[in-house]
């Protein structure tokens, strides 16, 4: 849930690592609220989708991203708007969708995205159940995540799940499928990344 004033981030991550190919991809999303807080601010966009791909061979990086607007996107938890925080002991039950790319569906078992024209790229997968960071949905952050003056929050959904992925460039033709490899999916939330 948004505060009624921001400054304030929230994104997800998950690195696909594919073990076959020696590819990785980076599924990127999330949400800035930059109220009260100056001009200068509107040069940036407020949400993002952003892929990341690695050929694994030392090659650069690629980068395909979409800045939708707050009206295309809709965040829901076990298919109701959102109207609390989450606690660490539910199980994940969350939507993001964004119009007119697709979603990213995560549930207790396993996390679904299905994402087309992103920059000209196709991103379809499944990931297995997660491997939590420790029992009871505690992230890496422990006791320090209920201390209240922190800017930001980290949060390990998954330390590795199966994945099962299909990718497709539409302006290279490349198309890539992997069935063998993990993924690993983190959160932030809070006021600001640190300057570091």
Do not use: C
């Not at 892929?51 to 009206?71: L, T």
């Not at 697709?102 to 995205?113: A, L, P, Q, S």
């Not at 799940?161 to 993990?182: F, H, Q």
């Amino acid at each position: 849930m948004f505060p009624s004033e921001g400054p304030f981030i929230e994104g997800w991550y998950s690195r696909i690592i594919d073990f076959e190919s020696n590819h990785s991809f980076g599924i990127l999303f999330g949400q800035v609220l930059l109220q009260s807080h100056g001009p200068h601010f509107n040069y940036y966009p407020q949400n993002m989708l952003s892929f990341i791909h690695s050929k694994g061979d030392g090659s650069s990086m690629e980068s395909f991203a979409v800045y939708p607007s707050n009206d295309d996107i809709e965040v829901t938890v076990r298919g109701k708007p959102v109207t609390s925080n989450p606690d660490f002991k539910s199980p994940a039950n969350f939507e993001w969708k964004v119009k007119p790319y697709g979603y990213f569906t995560v549930t207790e078992n396993e996390t679904r995205f299905n994402f087309t024209n992103v920059g000209g790229v196709t991103f379809i997968g499944v990931l297995g159940p997660p491997k939590p960071w420790g029992p009871d949905g505690e992230g890496p952050e422990g006791w320090i995540d209920h201390v209240p003056f922190l800017p930001l929050h980290w949060f390990v959904y998954s330390l590795g799940s199966e994945i099962n992925y299909n990718w497709v460039n539409d302006d290279t033709g490349e198309l890539l499928r992997g069935r063998k490899g993990l993924a690993h999916q983190e959160k932030n939330w809070g006021n600001s990344f640190p300057p570091a």
